[in-house]
């Protein structure tokens, strides 16, 4: 992130004043003709402050345009969610939420503040996975070129005949090595999955919803919500290090409230390790899989995983 775009991020994380700071210096900077696309993307997310700081400036009709059609794109996107949702449902898929940006827009965001959308992301069950990838499918949804045909660890990519960018997903949050069988529980609220705060943050400065808007801008917001609990949190950072390092840049910055309790160390160097190793015996040998334990040239210890029958790893770990 450039100097103009942290300027806008303190203008939409820090106090009114503060923040009217970083914005009148990144006015002074910015030329409109030729804004880049970044800052295209956080200007409608500061609309619910830019009435009075747009007064008297020439530019001030054209940022409020900016706005107004990055409201009416979110409208599509929904109206779009609501199709797809309407479509799984249609073929016996339940339950099925929305999550990330379009999620993240209603629940986190400020009510005046316009979060950009661009794609619209959906979460199924990994076990309905496959079968909602053909449901979209048989529903006119087309995969984009390198989408996996089938059963899937990252997003299927697709695009509704609106020509709308959707993403198929089956997890909540990104994985790591031990992450993979360690998904949470996702709780259903009236028949709907429901990602928790915790969830949304570690997802979010993971960097599992790309699309142009930078992530600190996400987890500034979902990290402002009074009901995360910041010991969940810790849990899962400890299996997900870039985003645990994300957070700690984010909250050394003062960009938000996050509490060192947050980032207590994750590891015990001798302990989890091994525990991890156990758990990861344990569900090999039904499955039919010899397990070897080791050491690496570092002295420490490692398991592998050797292939027995016609299953393949990767058919184990996502089944």
Not at 292 to 313: K, T
Request: proline share 9%; hydrophobic share 40%.
């Amino acid at each position: 992130m450039g100097t103009p775009h942290l300027l806008l991020l303190e203008a939409l994380t820090l106090p009114e004043g503060p923040a009217r700071e970083s914005w009148n210096r990144w006015r002074t900077a910015a030329d409109i003709d030729k804004l880049d696309y970044e800052s295209f993307l956080m200007l409608p997310a500061l609309t619910g402050r830019l009435e009075p700081w747009l007064e008297g400036d020439p530019y001030g009709q054209i940022i409020t345009g900016m706005c107004r059609r990055a409201w009416s794109q979110n409208q599509v996107r929904r109206h779009e969610y609501d199709a797809a949702r309407a479509a799984l449902q249609k073929a016996g898929i339940q339950p099925v939420a929305a999550i990330g940006p379009l999620d993240w827009s209603v629940r986190y965001w400020p009510e005046r503040a316009i979060r950009p959308v661009g794609s619209v992301d959906l979460l199924t069950d990994f076990s309905t996975a496959p079968a909602a990838l053909q449901a979209l499918l048989k529903a006119g949804y087309a995969t984009e070129a390198g989408s996996p045909p089938h059963y899937f660890v990252r997003p299927v990519r697709l695009e509704s005949p609106g020509k709308v960018p959707i993403r198929l997903h089956w997890r909540a949050m990104p994985n790591s090595a031990f992450s993979l069988r360690r998904q949470p529980q996702i709780p259903i609220v009236s028949g709907t999955l429901a990602v928790p705060p915790e969830e949304a943050l570690v997802s979010a400065a993971g960097g599992m919803f790309d699309d142009g808007m930078d992530w600190r801008c996400d987890a500034a917001m979902i990290a402002r919500s009074p009901s995360i609990d910041w010991d969940r949190v810790a849990f899962h950072l400890r299996w997900r290090p870039q985003a645990r390092r994300n957070l700690e840049t984010l909250a050394g910055a003062g960009y938000a409230p996050i509490p060192a309790p947050a980032f207590r160390r994750g590891w015990t160097r001798l302990v989890e390790p091994s525990a991890a190793l156990l758990r990861l015996y344990r569900r090999a040998r039904p499955g039919g899989f010899t397990v070897r334990f080791g050491y690496n040239r570092w002295g420490r210890r490692r398991g592998n995983i050797a292939e027995s029958g016609s299953r393949s790893i990767y058919q184990f770990l996502t089944n």
